[in-house]
């Protein structure tokens, strides 16, 4: 099972760091890849430019065995859609081998404006995960693909390469990336919500409104 998880990362944290790991556990693999966006189609620029926020993820990453950056969005060229990034790995990883999607309950309850978002469950499986306060709206297409496509458990995810949508409640570290760039720009540090370094290099490069300085 290839297992992938998108985001803009700007810039990773523990939140993103732990939901990956909860989903290895939870799925019962031995790798997640983290999937930057390199222009993201439905909000603003980033914080930080593509190539800052990889240098980030590689940072933050280190030498933890179950997590790998895939670089593929921002090696290819425009707007980063998952359509596009889920033929390009179906392709890469033949027609039987399972390929799961990990997307916050957030960003699926506008699932039905993403591009060619009706051929997503063609490729891959969806596991969606529950975020507080997030629910998805009664009547919309995102309800309706949990409704039809719901699988039982994780384990149904290997029985077919695509179609089947799994709910995960794991534990969640609240955190946020828009809360850790606004305590930045007003001066306040995010020490132990990022890992050390990814903190030391925001600071080096003066991201965010960050000043160089050399404490925390």
């Known amino acids: 099972m290839h297992v992938i998880y998108g985001g803009t990362f700007d810039p990773i944290h523990h939140g993103h760091l732990r939901l990956a790991l909860e989903i290895a556990d939870a799925l019962a693999v031995t790798r997640v890849h983290l999937v ?23 940072m933050a ?15 290819r060229a425009g707007a980063s859609y998952t359509a596009d990034t889920l033929r390009q790995l179906r392709h890469e ?12 309950t957030d960003a699926f ?3 039905d404006r993403w591009r060619e978002w009706a051929d997503i469950p063609g490729l891959a499986h969806i596991v969606v995960v529950k975020r507080p306060g997030s629910d998805l709206p009664v009547g919309s297409e995102a309800a309706r693909l949990v ?5 039982d458990g994780p384990e149904a995810l290997n029985s077919a390469p695509c179609g089947a949508v799994l709910e995960l409640d794991p534990p969640l570290l609240d955190i946020s990336a828009t809360g850790i760039r606004q305590r930045i720009a007003d001066g306040r540090s995010p020490r132990y919500l990022t890992p050390d370094s990814v ?18």
């Open 61 to 75: 990453i280190g030498d933890e065995p179950c997590l790998r950056v895939d670089d593929r969005e921002l090696r």
């Open 147 to 151: 409704r039809e496509r719901r699988a």
């Open 199 to 216: 903190w030391q290099r925001i600071q080096a490069l003066g991201l965010y409104g960050a000043c160089p300085a050399g404490n925390f």
């Open 36 to 58: 930057p966006c390199h222009i993201p189609p439905h909000r603003g620029s980033t914080g930080a430019s593509s190539e800052q926020r990889l240098e980030l993820i590689r």
């Open 93 to 104: 990883l033949g027609p039987d081998e399972p390929l799961v999607m990990v997307v916050g």
């Open 109 to 111: 309850a506008a699932f």
